[in-house]
């Protein structure tokens, strides 16, 4: 039973922090864009290099 008033308001410490870490990181834009970091994966890194030689000659 003793453990209970120690245990209880760490739990509830940590669940603070978990939310507000979750609140920030949705406001920062973590989560907007899900989609293409999926894609990027299938991706040709010949496109990727075209593009940036294709910029770098601009």
């Known amino acids: 039973?003793?453990?209970?008033y120690l245990l209880i308001p760490v739990a509830l410490v940590f669940c603070?922090?978990?939310i507000r870490l979750l609140i920030w990181a949705i406001d920062s834009g973590q989560y907007e864009d899900l989609d293409k970091e999926a894609s990027r994966i299938l991706m040709d890194e010949e496109q990727n290099h075209r593009k940036k030689e294709d910029a770098d000659d601009r």
Request: charged share 15%; no cysteine; aromatic share 0%.
């Open 16 to 18: 603070v922090i978990v």
């Open 1 to 4: 039973m003793e453990s209970l």
